[in-house]
């Protein structure tokens, strides 16, 4: 990999681990505001929220973190994909959440962008290259 792409995966690590702080935050300070966006067949969602934002908070501070860096990048990126049932709910139910749409010009990129945000997480942590690794390298 050239040096900058390392830099960019640096700048996307810190990038993405500030916004894991902001969510995580969130989710642990008004956990009651993300109930309706919470499948009904997921059990205790209030304790399932406060989960989320600890689970958040400590994969933000695993990956900028060198020793932890790549597991924490896996398992954001299980984290992302864990979630997406509550994106989809949101969506489909057209929930209403304080500072957030509820329209398709949002639902429908942030429904998209879900496999991007877990390919960020792999990509940045370092526990993938693509598309960056050549076909020399391996």
Partial sequence: MTGSAVNARAVMRWLMAAFYIIAGIGHLAAP?????????????????????????????????????????????????????????KH???HVSLPHVPDSWWYHGPRLALQPVLIWWALFCSGAIDWPWRSSRDG
């Fill in 91 to 93: 969506a489909l139910d």
């Fill in 32 to 88: 009651d505001a993300f109930l309706p966006i919470v499948p009904d067949w997921v059990p205790m969602p209030r304790g399932v929220i406060l989960l989320t934002g600890l689970c958040e908070l400590a994969g933000a501070a695993a990956l900028v973190t060198a020793r932890w860096r790549r597991l924490a990048g896996i398992m954001l990126g299980l984290y992302a994909l864990c979630v997406w049932p509550a994106n989809i």
